[in-house]
């Protein structure tokens, strides 16, 4: 088996490669932050998770309105949820069933939202490999001949009465 062989055989096997070790880091990194580990709440992170319901738009953390009917009772409620002993996790969902997913300052990596998470990543992905697919194919048909359809030429030298026909053309033009 010639080295050309061998070289093309291999390259049709690196790029499903490629793609398989990437499925399989990103799929890791879905998995690592679903099982994120138990650890003692942290007030600020869980100002920062969920989102104020005065409006503005802002986090618990963030929210600046000057005695916000909103973010005062939930920094409470954190307060409280924290004393009780609960982790980010527990004073999250406990959040999430009294006021619903909205409260959330990210969507949650499960049903629907799962999608919302890993779309851009699929897309990207996707988009990459029509590029890489599209190269490949132009690279290929180019091989340093032209279609004759396109602009006429083959590759071929000019028989010597194209030619001279051709400079004669030439000469004219350049007066």
């Given amino acids: 088996m ?3 062989v061998r070289t093309s055989l291999g390259a049709q096997f690196v790029a499903p490669m490629r793609l398989v070790v990437l499925n399989v880091f990103l799929v890791g990194q879905v998995a690592a932050l679903a ?3 138990q650890r003692a709440a942290n007030f600020q992170e869980i100002e920062e998770s969920l989102t104020c319901q005065c409006g503005c738009g802002l986090t618990v953390h963030s929210c600046n309105h000057v005695d916000c009917g909103s973010a005062i009772p939930l920094r409470q409620e954190i307060r409280e949820q924290i004393a009780l002993g609960k982790t980010k996790r527990e004073i999250l969902a406990y959040f999430e069933a009294k006021y619903g997913e909205k409260i959330l ?8 939202n799962l999608l919302a998470w890993l779309m851009p990543f ?3 992905g996707f ?10 194919r ?3 048909n180019s091989g340093g001949r032209r279609d004759t359809a396109s602009n006429g030429f083959t590759g071929k030298p ?5 030619e001279k026909r051709l400079r004669q053309e030439l000469d004219r033009l350049e007066l």
């Fill in 2 to 4: 010639s080295r050309r």
């Fill in 35 to 37: 099982t994120e580990p």
């Fill in 105 to 112: 300052s990210s969507p949650t990596m499960r049903g629907f």
């Fill in 122 to 124: 699929l897309a990207v």
């Fill in 127 to 136: 988009g990459l490999l029509f590029v890489g697919w599209t190269l490949r």
């Fill in 138 to 140: 132009w690279s290929r």
């Fill in 158 to 162: 000019l028989a010597s009465e194209d």
